[in-house]
């Protein structure tokens, strides 16, 4: 079996929940001389939470695919609930993208969005992202290019929705894209987001980076 080695830190333990992939790693030297990691395609490792113990760091990688299974299971009980829309405020829909049970990107043969369940928006998303849609029916509406990431990053930060990796998008590539676009055209919204993550004690866009150049 090959060793894995990350930042000098050899990897000891793993667990893996659906696609993702928690690890502890361990070092000889350093002042905190363990950490765990979320970690992609065994080489993308991001996220790092730094101990000086080894149970602490044990118990975190435990804490951190609870929290994984948890989120799965909450997106299997609400799988049967919603049906997709037949029919959006920007005229007939033409292609139907589900982005998870509940929330689903649309297009029509001269606009679109994303159109999420009110219920999966009122318990799912802030308020300030709430308040950059609109209601249609039973719907709560992000017209796309402006509105639309908003929908979009509350969804891949509850890990409703994982963001594309193709031969459009790099790990990280589509992320940024939908960053820029809300820094831009929803300042208010990006400035909730920070403030909530923050007293959340969730790393901020920036301290994200900053690991992932590690």
């Known amino acids: 079996m090959d060793v894995r080695i990350n930042q000098g830190y050899v990897?000891?333990?793993s667990?893996?929940?659906g696609d993702s992939e928690f690890v502890l790693g361990v070092h000889s030297t350093a002042p905190q001389q363990f950490v765990t990691w979320k970690c992609k395609d065994q080489t993308d490792y991001y996220w790092g939470?730094?101990?000086s113990t080894l149970f602490?760091?044990?118990k975190d990688l435990v804490a951190r695919a609870q929290e994984e299974v948890q989120c799965l299971e909450e997106q299997?009980?609400?799988t049967s609930v919603y049906?997709?829309?037949d029919d959006s405020p920007w005229?007939?829909?033409q292609t139907c993208e589900t982005l998870c049970p509940g929330a689903y990107s649309v297009s029509t043969a001269g606009h679109g969005g994303v159109m999420v369940r009110q219920e999966l928006a009122g318990k799912e998303f802030r308020k300030a992202a709430r308040d950059c849609g609109f209601v249609e029916g039973a719907w709560l509406c992000y017209e796309e290019d402006c509105d639309g990431p908003v929908a979009l990053r509350e969804l891949m930060d509850k890990k409703m929705y994982q963001a594309p990796v193709n031969?459009?998008?790099r790990p990280g590539e589509y992320e940024a894209v939908i960053n820029r676009s809300l820094q831009t055209y929803h300042p208010e919204y990006w400035q909730a987001r920070a403030k909530d993550l923050k007293e959340k004690g969730q790393p901020s866009i920036q301290r994200k980076k900053k690991e992932r150049e590690r």
């Open 56 to 58: 602490d760091a044990q």
């Open 76 to 78: 299997r009980q609400n």
């Open 167 to 169: 031969q459009y998008f």
């Open 91 to 93: 005229g007939e829909i």
């Open 83 to 85: 049906e997709a829309p």
């Open 49 to 51: 939470h730094y101990f």
């Open 15 to 17: 667990c893996h929940v």
């Open 11 to 13: 990897i000891t333990d």
